[in-house]
């Protein structure tokens, strides 16, 4: 089995367990657009998508591994703002465990955000993405975004327009790994632990 079958054959399984084309592009690290690409190649004749798979098996399973990636998150997010954040914002899911460990290590609160690409289908067009009730709250806060990957960069916008929304203010935005090339959002620096370059 190639890659792509065994990336196909984990969508449909996803799609089985009743997620969303969202929340599989999440799980996988890929954009919507991938996500939906595996879901529908064998039964359309659709062109793949530009885009990059990230294996994180290997990291994810292990606290230590990621404990250490928070410290190095934490310490790049030091070198390019000059105010301590308030709050850390982890995006839903993925970078929830890692912004946790952020938060720790920025003696920060934490809040939660469910970006709009989880509840994405095909045929949905107004939907929006909503922050957790049950953690801290960033109204006229210095936020803080943390995610495991930027894919389109769609995501860390829509959070710091959230954050404009509530009177807060986005410092910046940091990722372990970066497939965009985005170096700011509004005006916040975007820091990543690894760019990929196309050339």
Do not use: H, Q
């Amino acid at each position: 089995m190639s890659r792509i079958e065994g990336l196909i054959e984990k969508a449909r399984k996803m799609k089985e367990k009743g997620l969303t084309t969202g929340e599989i592009a999440d799980e996988l690290n890929v954009s919507r657009e991938t996500a939906l690409w595996l879901l529908t190649k064998a039964t359309e004749d659709i062109t793949p998508p530009s885009d990059i798979y990230i294996e994180w098996r290997g990291f994810v399973k292990s606290p230590f591994r990621m404990r250490n990636v928070a410290k190095s998150l934490a310490d790049m997010i030091f070198e390019v703002i000059d105010d301590t954040p308030e709050i850390v914002i982890g995006i839903a899911t993925s970078g929830i465990p890692i912004a946790t460990m952020v938060a720790e290590e920025l003696d920060s609160d934490l809040a939660l955000y469910y970006p709009r690409k989880l509840k994405w289908e095909k045929e949905m067009t107004e939907i929006t993405g909503a922050m957790s009730e049950n953690y801290a709250k960033v109204d006229g806060k210095k936020c803080v975004a943390i995610d495991d990957i930027i894919t389109t960069g769609s995501t860390i916008r829509e959070v710091s327009e959230y954050v404009k929304k509530k009177d807060g203010r986005l410092l910046c935005a940091s990722v372990i790994v970066d497939k965009r090339g985005i170096e700011e959002v509004d005006g916040a620096p975007v820091v990543s632990m690894f760019r990929i370059v196309r050339i």
